[in-house]
């Protein structure tokens, strides 16, 4: 069926389209305007503008940490009955049926899961495909297992530990690889509580930086697209500025993630010994051309904080509201679950105002990507009242005026006056996002790009805009019409398939035998095992 969007403001930063124009689609692909047809269907968008489909590249939507945190809540989570609205996490108790809704309402059509734990991939990629309309991926977590750390101390070659990332992500089905608190969780598990980039870990000798560069080479070695997405250590310690500028210069010319940079924008000034040090993280990376973050922005209101890094969790569980948690460890890296409320006191204010100050003060929109680090900063929900503030300045000096004035004083964030532009919110959740996770197929409007398509109403009211969108195309299919789901489908698991030498697919089914007593088989899957016709779409590594 062709169809014809009329008449939007096409924002389309990857083809340089910027105006007034149509759009058309035709068997699940954008088109050229074809000579001499008539479109079946045509979709007024005046008054409209025009995107791809956004991309969420960091939000914590499927697999063990989401579903324990479902189970640790069951008073906030329903997947039949009506919630009491004014629970704790009313807005967080959604199935993952209700997340692909949700996500689809505001015009995202692509969300990467970024803590996949390989052993439990099988089930993350069940509770994925229960995710309708949009698409989805997983980044594979390394870094705290014992078959890595073994081959790092041993001085294995870097062949053999690009053998074994390659196996990870190909058998995890996953579109890259992560790293959590390097080295972290493995030493925690020895009685270690603090953990920082140049700290050893106990009974491997390898430290935290060893690790992380040994990723971040077996990553590009491979041509994996996305560089190593690493969650530095320390996280939302004071002081862990320096923790986030250590590995930001460890980078060295090769391409390097921050993940959720707000929770390392913590510097030691100020009589709590607690302030803003975003400035430094925002020079830095403006200075720093391989290094991409995204930043983890928090929201006021209650939420669940999700993660693998045991070592974090465990030393957070404390301020946990309501007053429970839960915590586990394995091999790799573990997790914990422990909610949090963010008020607007000093502490809230503060985090609140680096993260913005993040996204302000780094230049290139390119290179810092849109993320509340879902749900841990806040609700994804949360987003279109984050696009408010990005693009109005008078919207942050409101929210402001509510908030802790001792806190703001340790910030520069009144003092900035730049404004987000449609284009730069179009590159930063659309082309970028795209760019990084090598998904040449989306991300713009090009003429054979899959037809993800987000139109929204203009108005100024900016969180409204983007909050409910007036229409929305997945791969062609119109799905939202009037912020409402009108067509439910099933999305696909984007993944990667790299080979690896056939001499370490024999030496893990050695050490699984050994460790486990199970045969390798059972940490893979085949395709068929998730039920869902053509679950999986490959993308490709560099040549």
Request: charge should be negative; hydrophobic fraction near 45%.
């Amino acid at each position: 069926m062709l169809t014809k969007i009329a008449g939007g403001e096409i924002i389309d930063p990857v083809g340089g389209r910027h105006g007034v124009g149509d759009l058309w689609i035709e068997d699940g692909v954008i088109v050229d305007p074809p000579a001499g047809r008539n479109a079946e269907t045509t979709v007024d968008a005046s008054g409209c503008i025009v995107m791809a489909g956004a991309i969420d590249i960091h939000s914590h939507i499927g697999g063990g940490n989401v579903n324990t945190a479902r189970l640790l809540l069951p008073e906030h989570h329903s997947a039949h009955l009506p919630r009491p609205s004014e629970t704790p996490l009313s807005n967080l108790g959604w199935t993952a049926f209700q997340t692909g809704r949700l996500y689809a309402q505001m015009g995202f059509t692509t969300v990467v899961e970024p803590a996949m734990a390989p052993g439990n991939a099988l089930h993350t990629h069940l509770e994925l495909a229960d995710i309708p309309i949009i698409d989805k991926a997983t980044l594979a977590v390394l870094g705290n297992d014992d078959f890595l750390l073994s081959l790092i101390r041993d001085n294995a070659s870097s062949s053999m530990i690009e053998d074994y990332v390659a196996w990870t992500v190909a058998s995890s089905r996953a579109l890259g690889a992560k790293v959590i608190n390097a080295g972290g969780s493995a030493a925690f598990k020895e009685n270690v509580r603090r953990f920082s980039l140049d700290d050893i870990v106990p009974s491997y000798g390898v430290s935290s930086r060893k690790i992380v560069k040994t990723l971040q080479m077996a990553v590009q070695n491979l041509g994996i697209p996305h560089p190593l997405h690493v969650h530095c250590n320390n996280l939302g310690m004071p002081g862990s500025v320096d923790t986030a500028a250590a590995t930001i210069a460890a980078a060295e010319g090769v391409p390097l993630h921050l993940a959720h940079l707000q929770f390392y924008g913590y510097g030691t000034e100020g009589k709590r010994r607690f302030s803003s040090a975003a400035s430094q993280l925002a020079e830095q990376v403006n200075a720093t051309p391989e290094i991409t973050i995204d930043v983890g922005q928090v929201m006021f209101g209650q939420t669940v904080t999700i993660s693998s890094d045991v070592l974090r969790q465990f030393s957070a569980r404390g301020n946990a509201h309501p007053k429970k948690s839960v915590i586990f460890d394995g091999d790799g890296n573990g997790g914990g679950i422990v909610p949090y409320r963010y008020r607007k006191d000093f502490y809230g204010s503060l985090q609140w105002a680096i993260g913005l100050e993040l996204f302000l003060l780094i230049t290139d929109p390119w290179r810092v990507f849109f993320t509340t680090d879902h749900p841990n900063g806040a609700p994804f929900t949360a987003y279109p009242a984050l696009f408010e503030l990005l693009m109005s300045k008078e919207a942050r000096r409101e929210m402001a005026e509510g908030l802790s004035a001792s806190a703001l004083a340790l910030t520069t964030l009144l003092a900035i006056d730049r404004e987000y532009t449609l284009e730069e919110i179009a590159v930063m959740t659309r082309a970028a996002p795209a760019r990084l996770l090598g998904l040449k197929d989306r991300g713009n409007l090009a003429a054979g790009a899959i037809a993800d398509v987000a139109v929204y109403r203009k108005g100024k009211d900016i969180a409204k805009m983007f909050g409910s969108a007036a229409f929305v195309f997945k791969d062609g299919e119109l799905v939202v019409k009037d912020g409402e789901v009108v067509a439910h489908r099933w999305g696909r698991a984007l993944r990667l398939a790299p080979q690896p030498d056939k001499t370490m697919v024999r030496r893990l089914e050695a050490y699984h035998q050994e460790r486990y007593g199970l045969s390798l088989d059972w940490f893979d899957f085949p395709d068929w095992a998730i039920a869902r016709e053509q679950p999986f779409s490959e993308v490709a590594c560099a040549a």
